[in-house]
Each structure stands twice: as structure tokens, then as C-alpha cells.
């Protein structure tokens, strides 16, 4: 499942199989769900273009979103929806 999201800042992520994809800003991507994950905890992406959003300077080196950064958000994701699908027991909180 992916997720479009606005890029805030060039960044660069090399996936599993070693390809390095950059996401240029002002751009608008389909991102996997670990990805957009943990792009949006470093402030690089949103849901859409802020507004009085400005592009950043053309001298700023890409940041790096590395492969230990999404494992980890695919980790707090899956953990929010095995929460998400628990059942809550009302006599068990007594």
C-alpha cells in the first residue's frame, strides 16, 4: 500500500536491494507506508504542500533516510495496528 506525500526536502533512500531513489521538493510521491512513515517523523514530507511552503536552497546537500529508519517505522507501524486490532477486555482494566 503507498502513500502520497508532498516532499518538503531532497532526500535520498537506498532500498533493500541497493537502488538509491532521490525525491526531489516541491514533488509529490506514491511512498510505501514504512517510508512515508519515516519520512514525515524527520520532516522531510506532508500529506500536502504547507502553505507559504518555499522550496529549499539549491545548495543544500539531500538528506538521507536510511534503511535502519524504515525498518524501524515498519516496526511502530505494524505495533500500532496489532493495537489498533486488540480487543479490550472492560472486566480485565477492573
Known sequence: MSERRFVLVDFTH????????????????????????????????????????????????PEVLTEAEVIEAEAELKALQRHALEVVDPEAES
Open 14 to 61: 537506498m532500498n533493500r536491494a541497493g537502488c538509491l531513489r532521490l525525491y526531489e521538493a516541491g514533488h509529490t510521491y506514491a511512498l510505501s507506508r514504512a517510508i512515508a512513515h519515516a519520512a514525515t517523523k524527520r520532516e522531510l514530507v506532508a500529506k500536502q504542500r504547507p502553505v507559504g511552503w518555499t522550496p529549499p536552497s539549491m545548495f543544500r546537500q
